[in-house]
């Protein structure tokens, strides 16, 4: 499967009508934007409201450009304040090229927080092959609910910097220090070690306890 393939299937997710997604909102489910082949995997909750605009989407691609556009949007539904700092300060942080934008959940949902049992339909469903299929080198998760479910996964080669999710944060300068802070940590254990030797030790970053979705 490609990755084209497998947000082919999120567009036209089976599971909508499922028990564990009863509490989704009656529009598309959205896979994510951009690069195939990503070092950065940037991974949010789930995709909320902003704006309803994918109620009204004719196409794909149209949705999925939509979904890119309301990421960088400033308010509290866009995460773009953030992503713009570290596009323009953390090397190879080219967004799309480099990096893909996403969510563990893949519809907006009606009450906030999306149940664990649809978060559970997502992980086995979608999440998990979104992974093994991009391979990217580190996912920022944004927010204790999605950094849990990265615990889920063993024997990974990427490495998890967990942080505040950016609408709980009024101060989005501090999110971007701590990503800043532990990509500066990550770079120097790749100059003291072989890269394989990195990748089979899975170092991933302590999750931290206070952090809210």
């Known amino acids: 499967m490609s990755i084209a393939s497998l947000e082919w299937k999120i567009y036209n997710c089976p599971y909508t009508n499922s028990d564990e997604c009863n509490g989704r909102l009656n529009c598309q489910p959205i ?3 951009g690069s195939t082949h990503p070092k950065f995997l940037v991974l949010g909750i789930n995709p909320a409201l902003r704006k309803e605009v994918w109620r009204f989407c004719k196409s794909q691609k149209e949705l999925q450009e939509k979904y890119y556009e309301e990421c960088m949007r400033t308010g ?22 480099n990096v893909y934008l996403s969510d ?3 519809c907006p949902t009606k009450f906030g927080l999306p149940s664990p049992q649809m978060i559970e339909k997502c992980r ?11 391979k990217p080198k580190i996912i920022i998760a944004f927010g204790q609910t999605t950094a849990n479910q990265l615990r889920r996964f063993q024997n990974q080669s990427f490495r998890v910097i967990a942080v505040d999710h950016p609408s709980q944060v009024a101060d989005v300068d501090r999110i971007f220090k701590e990503i800043k802070n532990k990509l500066e940590q990550i770079d120097n254990l790749t100059i003291q070690s072989k890269p394989t030797d990195i990748l089979a030790k899975n170092e991933s970053f302590q999750l931290q306890e206070g952090n809210r979705g």
Request: aromatic residues 12%; glycine residues 8%; without cysteine.
């Open 31 to 33: 896979a994510g934007y």
């Open 76 to 97: 509290k539904y866009g995460y773009g304040t953030l992503l713009t700092k570290l596009r323009d300060q953390i090397p190879d942080f080219d967004i799309p090229e």
């Open 104 to 106: 563990i959940v893949k």
């Open 124 to 134: 086995t469903a979608y999440l998990q092959n979104t992974i093994e299929l991009l």
